[in-house]
Nanobody, 125 residues
């Protein structure tokens, strides 16, 4: 089983940047594909980005392509989400998720069995 703890959310002005981190405790971190989802108030949780076990394959929602970048450090059991050119519509709670022996960096929410507690990102206009 894997435990996930997100950090480094916060308040930023439109056009600014943030880098989220998700630290994982797991004996075999590379057994997991990882993803970021987000949920805005009164909206459903939506896919943001995903990365496969090796970091060689990534996937992005159309709304963040070209602005966000996902990466992982398997030596330190951490996944990152670099967010640039932030917009007010990026405001949400961001969640880290993990899928054991998944099918790759899928955007399919039910594929992810493990979730962090979330970190708030607020982008002011």
């Amino acid at each position: 089983q894997i435990q996930l703890i997100e950090s480094w959310g916060g308040l930023v002005q439109a056009g600014g940047s943030l880098r989220l981190s998700c630290a994982a405790s797991a004996p075999h971190f590379t057994n997991y594909n990882l993803a970021w989802f987000r949920q805005a108030p009164e909206k459903e949780r939506e896919f943001v980005s995903a990365i496969n076990w090796s970091g060689e394959r990534t996937n992005y929602a159309d709304s963040v392509k070209g602005r966000f970048s996902v990466s992982r450090d398997n030596a330190n059991n951490t996944v990152y989400l670099q967010m640039n050119s932030l917009k007010p519509e990026d405001t949400a709670v961001y969640y880290c998720a993990a899928a054991l022996w998944g099918i790759g960096p899928t955007a399919h929410l039910p594929a992810y069995e493990y979730w962090g507690q979330g970190t708030q990102v607020t982008v002011s206009s």
